[in-house]
């Protein structure tokens, strides 16, 4: 049984004491849910604030992103040892803002993926298929690259400490949802993956999470589905009682 994973991404917003307000109403709020990991991701500059602010809770914190290289002449990066320093466990990777905006490819997330494992930080590394692609028939092929590529050299030992986000770019930010069942098609393409890459067992245990214009009003029908394990959450993370009503839903079903 796989425990559901509800993951704010707070993206490049809040400031520091909005930030600490944020992590402590959630924080506050956390008895609420049972059986269901709590993560928020903030900017990375108020990872440790924020850290500070959710000790003592179940809610655990992550970055939005870093550098594979471990420490050197790189300006303005961040390492794995840096995140984990302020107290960061998870750090999202290959999040299609990153992919698209800045310009990220899958080696560029394959080497992250790997760095993040050999600091013992989670990755959540994120797959998700454009709107033209998916108009073109193409989601599977897509999904099938970008998981190829991103998890190229991930041991068996490794995928078991790693999360997988499918987020349709088409849903981000949109409010234009996957359905439950376009959603839980892609999930099961990729636990396909899985299976074919590593083996059932391991297959069975890596959690996928959905991501895209998630909402405590939708959220239960899309985590109600077999291989829909969390999900990764923007704009509706900024509000708490929001986030709680998704992590609610998620713990319901
Ligand atoms: P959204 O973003 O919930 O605002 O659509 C999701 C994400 O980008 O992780």
């Known amino acids: 049984m796989r425990r559901k994973l509800i993951a704010g991404n707070w993206k490049m917003n809040t400031d520091r004491v909005t930030a600490v307000a944020l992590a402590k109403s959630v924080a506050a709020r956390a008895g609420e849910v049972s059986g269901v990991d709590l993560l928020v991701c903030p900017p990375n500059v108020y990872l440790y604030p924020v850290v500070q602010a959710v000790n003592g809770t179940a809610v ?14 790189f300006t303005g990066e961040t390492s794995a040892a840096m995140l984990r320093d302020v107290g960061a466990k998870f750090v ?117 999470l959905y991501g895209g214009s998630v909402k ?17 959450v923007g704009g509706a993370s900024l509000k708490t009682d929001e986030f709680l009503g998704i992590a609610l839903a998620g713990a319901a079903v």
């Open 60 to 73: 655990r914190v992550g970055a939005q992103n870093m550098y594979h290289e471990p420490n050197g002449a």
């Open 216 to 232: 405590a009003s939708n959220a239960g029908d899309l985590l109600a589905k077999p291989n829909v394990d969390g999900a990764l």
């Open 92 to 208: 999202i990777l290959g999040h299609s803002e990153r992919r698209h905006i800045l310009g990220e490819s899958d080696d560029d997330v394959n080497r992250k993926t790997l760095a993040a494992l050999a600091a013992e930080l989670v990755p959540i590394v994120c797959v998700g298929e454009l709107l033209e692609e998916r108009e073109a028939g193409r989601t599977a092929e897509v999904i099938r690259r970008q998981f190829t590529g991103s998890l190229a050299d991930v041991s068996e030992e490794q995928v078991q400490r790693l999360v997988i986000a499918y987020e349709p770019v088409w849903a981000i930010g949109t409010g234009k949802v996957a359905t439950p069942d376009q959603a839980e098609e892609v999930h099961a393409d990729l636990r396909s993956l899985l299976v074919e890459r590593y083996n059932e067992k391991i297959a069975g245990r890596v959690r996928i």
